[in-house]
């Protein structure tokens, strides 16, 4: 047994008796109300799922285990200590509840490094989609057929009894993350790059080596895609990748299928597929205002015929933030630091000035301001990863790191099928006194 996989034992087995316990004293204690507005608006707000790894407040954003994004990109470990953290470190943080040492950050690199080679047949399965397939569905499609990998469903088919489930359950979850970079990068090379694959260095961190397998082999790539994976790691359990692979999850199916919803999720245009929607969405307002900030009312005019065509404006809004994103604001934050004068950064930049007070102007948008997509692709560009329909893959790889740590979770509490009850109109019709 590993030395992360044996203090997850540790602490799960206290945490364990304290779920049951609070299970069997308290589980009828009321802990919300649900109104017919709540299901029938996608039920935000409403409390339903038990999360560890992160949690989301309105006003303020993200916290993983408790610890703010600015807390976490100064204390987390890193290469050096001008970068960004290791996602290692996130991922050892939202599992586990303690802050990583230099050292368990460099076990985590070692250990999916050692699991990473992927078996022959999931680089068959992606040359055998026509060169055109969606990214994402390349990336699915992968995922989905390394599931005969799965040592929980071996352990399953063996007769391993529920309490144990969360033991291959976290092999599981080790390798796939390990997996994730070779699939995404293989992908990556075989769509853009005449298929000229590049081997893994099994020396560099879980980011780098991405950074490294996709083509792009310096130090400003490798810490851009440290924070890109630190950022879009988890944002609590609601959000559709992980309710989602939770869901999913929940059948006992394995961590590959679970996952795999995820991913199916994430692929959607309200969701992560939004990365890649504000990239298409600025090309098509530089192409039809031309350079962008030279005139913030031809930006505001363009924002406003969007709206009035029907479309959303993608990376702004969200369905339970109400500020600016701290993800978007890291971005912001980098991008000033290292690339000021990029011609997108200073797009994104102006749009930031001017499209939230024009949503703000739109009564039944919640929240006018610029969430982690608004940024993440300009980031990018800047260094050269310009083919913005394979940005939800990155997006993918990072979620991996929450929501698969949150599955173990779900494993070791033993939580049950999720199954959720449901109504035809007439019920709700009836509720109402109609
Ligand atoms: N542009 C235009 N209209 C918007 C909008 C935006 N950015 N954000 C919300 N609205 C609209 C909604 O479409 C909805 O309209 P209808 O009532 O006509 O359907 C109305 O305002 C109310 O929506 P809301 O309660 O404010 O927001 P939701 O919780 O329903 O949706 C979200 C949240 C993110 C899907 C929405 O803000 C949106 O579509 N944003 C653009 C897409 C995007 O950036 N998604 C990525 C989110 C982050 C992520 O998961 O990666």
Redo the contacts with the bound molecule.
């Keep these: 047994m590993d030395q992360i996989k044996r203090k997850f034992k540790e602490i799960a087995v206290p945490r364990v008796e304290e779920f049951r316990k609070l299970l069997t004293e308290s589980g009828d204690k009321p802990v919300d109300k649900v109104t017919i507005g709540s299901v029938l608006s996608?039920m935000?707000g409403t409390v339903s799922l038990l999360t560890d790894t992160s949690k989301l407040d309105p006003e303020e954003g993200i916290r993983f285990r408790g610890y703010s994004i600015p807390e976490l990109r100064k204390n987390l470990p890193k290469v050096n200590p001008e970068g960004e953290p290791l996602p290692e470190g996130l991922f050892y943080l939202m599992l586990l509840g303690e802050m990583p040492k230099d050292e368990d950050v460099a076990f985590l690199s070692k250990e999916w490094a050692s699991r990473s080679d992927l078996p022959d047949y999931v680089y068959n399965v992606i040359d055998a989609l026509p060169l055109d397939t969606r990214p994402m569905v390349q990336f699915s499609t992968a995922i989905l057929s390394m599931a005969s990998l799965s040592k929980f469903q071996a352990a399953y088919m063996e007769g391993a009894g529920k309490s144990d489930y969360w033991d291959s359950t976290y092999e599981d979850i080790m390798d796939l993350i390990a997996k994730l970079p070779r699939i995404a990068a293989y992908i990556y090379r075989r769509k853009y790059h005449d298929n000229k694959q590049i081997s893994a260095d099994k020396s560099l961190d879980w980011a780098a080596n991405l950074a490294h397998m996709m083509g792009y082999d310096n130090y400003e790539v490798h810490r851009l895609l440290r924070l890109y994976m630190f950022l879009h790691a988890d944002h609590e359990g609601g959000?559709v990748s992980a309710h989602a692979t939770h869901l999913v999850g929940s059948a006992l199916s394995n961590p590959y299928y679970a996952y795999t919803a995820g991913m199916t999720g994430l692929a959607g245009?309200?969701?992560?597929f939004?990365?890649q929607e504000v990239m298409r969405w600025m090309f098509g307002m530089i192409e039809e205002i031309g350079p962008a900030c030279e005139d913030k009312d031809k930006i505001r005019k363009y924002v406003k015929k969007t709206?009035d065509d029907g479309h959303?404006?993608?990376?702004?809004?969200?369905?339970v933030l109400r500020k600016t994103d701290p993800r978007f604001t890291a971005q912001i934050e980098f991008g000033q630091k290292y690339l000021p004068d990029d011609p997108w950064l200073i797009t994104m930049t102006c749009l930031y000035e001017v499209v939230p007070e024009v949503?703000g102007s739109?009564s039944?948008?919640?929240?006018p301001w610029p969430?982690?997509?608004a940024g993440s692709g300009v980031l990018l560009m800047h260094y050269g990863i310009k083919e913005f329909e394979f940005y939800t893959v990155l997006f993918g790889v990072s979620r991996a790191l929450g929501v698969l740590s949150q599955l173990l979770w779900d494993r070791a509490y033993g939580l049950p099928i999720e199954r959720p009850t449901s109504h035809p109109l007439e019920w709700f019709k009836e509720k109402a006194g109609l």
Excluded: C, F, Q, T
Excluded at 269 to 272: D, N, S, T
Excluded at 364 to 367: E, L, R, T, V
């Design positions: 996608g935000k959000n245009p309200l969701h992560g939004a990365n709206l959303v404006i993608p990376g702004y809004g969200h369905a949503l739109v039944k948008i919640k929240n969430n982690v997509d």
